[in-house]
């Protein structure tokens, strides 16, 4: 784990303003930031895609599949590079109250969720081979015109899941018979 006073300026001082008069950090971690990740994953396939398919093109049909060429592999990299300055942006807090996700959202943003300490908290855990992985605290859902998407909150790319997980049990209370 790391202390709150290794995290940079900027994001040292949202966490500051997150946290209640108080409240005082037991865990602070920072995502694993890997370019290729489980979030970015779709770009990947995109970006993989959109090359075949443009290569197709610049052979088939000449230099009119170069505009788009540029553009298919300009989305995909710019998707990736958006969540790797995230991941890098985020912050995830443990205190004696709650579970605090800080990270920014754009040019000047930033977003804090935050869940009460409760029993049950941890809805779904999702360990990788190299001890990495994902916390998941609830679901956000969205709304559309054709159905719904869910999407999951909480704490994603942790280094040290277990211990993490181990530690947030451990705060937690536990209910009286």
């Known amino acids: 784990m790391m202390s709150l006073a290794s ?8 966490v500051l303003l997150a946290m209640q008069p108080g409240e005082e950090p037991v865990v602070v971690a ?57 991941m890098r942006n985020t912050v995830y807090i443990i205190t004696e ?17 935050s869940w009460p300490l409760t029993p049950g908290l941890v809805k779904e855990r999702m360990l990788r081979a190299d001890g990495s992985g994902d916390l998941i605290f609830g679901y956000e859902v969205h709304k559309h015109d054709d159905g719904h998407t869910s999407v999951p909150q909480g704490f994603f790319n942790l280094p040290e899941l277990r211990r993490v997980e181990q530690m947030l049990m451990d705060i937690i209370p536990t209910p009286q018979d």
């Open 7 to 14: 995290l940079p300026e900027k994001l040292h001082e949202q």
């Open 30 to 86: 920072r995502p694993k930031t890997a370019v290729v990740n489980r979030v970015s994953q779709p770009y990947i396939f995109f970006f993989i895609f959109a090359i075949f398919f443009d290569a197709l093109f610049i052979f088939c049909g000449g230099f009119w599949g170069l505009p788009f060429l540029l553009l298919f592999v300009a989305l995909p990299f710019g998707g990736i590079w958006y969540t790797y300055w995230q």
């Open 97 to 113: 109250r709650r579970a605090l996700v800080v990270r920014a959202t754009g040019r000047k943003g930033w977003q804090t969720l």
